[in-house]
């Protein structure tokens, strides 16, 4: 997915054919009577950098995206105050019965520590590990699930080979790939800490949130567009998945497109680092459930890169490509609303990492400003959604323990401001109380939590 290049409005497809949204999956159950499974975790999620504001309040240091927003500074650890906010959200949490799922790392590195290299530095690694046990030992009393970086591939990448979001570096073809190398081995690190040091006395869970969209072959006949299908989600979910639930080391697509890509380009080493053995036994194996985030699906072409610059896209050798049929999220020109692409996704990550427990950690539809409260394509989006997950569930077999909706508040979304709005709860920003409201969706999606199943779309 293009996530971080949004389009002008006017270039966005016009909303709705309900064929679009059907399942091209045959089924034929009825899903409004059906129900999620008794113990389904249902939540929404928010990301500090989105939400808190007070980017230079109580001695709080700058991060990459402060200084990428020409904003000055913001962050908790070694400072008191930011321990004693994060234990009143916390505690705040507990005592109405909602369980705290804690990111450890959303997008907002310490300046301090791209002004050393970020990710692209091994050094960040231990730091990350420090700061990892910190939380574990400072707040793991009470969280018990972790997870310790959000979406790693949209950090290597758009971060680190595009330079459109913080810390803006471009180094096509070789920023990404050393960044995904030291995020994989900061959280295997954190992952060993927890299991050393706090897993018996305090029982938690710990993993690392990968987003992927799922990927269909252009032309479902072409041999070359089905290849490249595999490969757009090898050079995605994989890049992660791989080494941390398979392996310990990156897919083997991944390993000898790029080698070969080198090789054209005249080099005898690959741009993809290599894990040495040690660290493959060290990452292999360090995450306790899959935490997914899915907003999209593409459908792919093949593409031939015979001489070409070094970039992650000529290495891939695939072209994506949104069907014009699929309806838009209104507030994002990348988020072509494809459920059943969802269900796909859980279905390859079930057959393809041993059947392992999966949180949908994020899932959302924005709509652009000014976003209307009565938000019912948007609920519909969201419904359809969920019949796909019950789907997975049921039909596929699929292990979905929970849902969180992206996102609680309308928020800073990134390079996109506050115009696309993802949020159960509309914020008026143009007032300093920033007042919150519910949309339609809210109280929708509490009927379902209430009723752990779905209803009959309105008439
Ligand atoms: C995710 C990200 C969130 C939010 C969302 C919608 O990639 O983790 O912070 O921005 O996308 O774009």
Not at 18 to 30: G, H, Q, R, V
Not at 142 to 164: C, D, F, H, Q, S
């Amino acid at each position: 997915m293009d996530r971080m290049a949004n389009l002008p409005m006017d270039s966005v497809p016009s909303p709705v054919s309900s064929d679009a949204l059907s399942s091209p999956d045959d089924d034929n159950w009825k899903l409004e009577s059906m129900t999620f499974p008794e113990q389904f975790a249902w939540g929404s999620a928010t990301a500090a950098y989105q939400i808190e504001g007070g980017w230079d309040a109580d001695g709080k240091g700058p991060s990459v995206w402060d200084t990428f927003t020409h904003q000055g500074g913001d962050r908790v650890f070694k400072n008191q105050t930011g321990v004693y906010y994060y234990d009143k959200v916390i505690d705040g949490l507990l005592s109405i019965a909602v369980t705290p799922v804690v990111t450890l790392y959303h997008f907002d590195l310490p300046q301090h520590l791209e002004d050393q290299g970020g990710w692209r530095s091994d050094a960040t690694v231990e730091a990350f590990n420090t700061y990892a046990q910190f939380c574990f030992k400072t707040f793991g009393d009470r969280v018990k699930l972790w997870i310790t970086i959000n979406e790693p591939y949209v950090v290597a990448v758009y971060g680190y080979e595009k330079g459109v979001i913080a810390p803006g570096i471009a180094m096509p073809g070789v920023g990404a790939y050393l960044a995904a190398h030291n995020m994989i081995k900061a959280h295997a690190a954190a992952w060993h800490s927890y299991s050393r040091l706090f897993r018996e006395k305090q029982g938690g869970l710990v993993s690392i949130a990968l987003n992927s969209d799922w990927a269909e072959p252009f032309n479902p006949n072409s041999l070359a567009d089905q290849e490249a299908a595999k490969r757009h989600i090898a050079f995605c979910l994989d890049w992660f998945a791989t080494p941390i639930f398979l392996s310990g080391d990156y897919p083997a697509v991944m390993k000898s497109k790029i080698s070969a890509a080198c090789k054209r380009q005249g080099s005898l080493s690959s741009r993809l680092p290599e894990f040495t053995d040690q660290e493959k036994m060290m990452i292999k194996g360090t995450a306790d459930f899959f935490s997914l985030n899915y907003y999209t699906t593409r459908k792919i072409k093949h593409q031939d890169h015979e001489i070409s610059q070094p970039s992650m896209s000529a290495d891939k050798e695939a072209e994506q490509v949104i069907d014009p049929s699929w309806p838009v999220a209104t507030g994002s020109s990348w988020l072509a609303v494809v459920p059943w692409g969802l269900r796909r996704l859980l279905k390859y990550i079930k057959d393809t990492y041993s059947h392992p427990i999966i949180y949908i950690t994020e899932n959302g539809f924005s709509q652009c400003d000014p976003a209307p409260i009565d938000d019912a394509q948007r609920w519909e989006y969201f419904r359809l959604t969920l019949q796909e997950i019950l789907k997975a569930i049921y039909t596929d077999g699929v292990q979905v323990k929970g849902y969180f909706v992206w996102s609680l508040l309308d928020n800073f979304e990134w390079i996109c401001g506050y115009s696309s709005r993802f949020g159960l709860f509309h914020v008026d920003f143009e007032n300093s109380a920033l007042p919150r409201v519910p949309y339609k969706s809210a109280f929708e999606y509490a009927k379902i939590i209430a009723n752990k199943g779905l209803m009959k779309p309105p008439r």
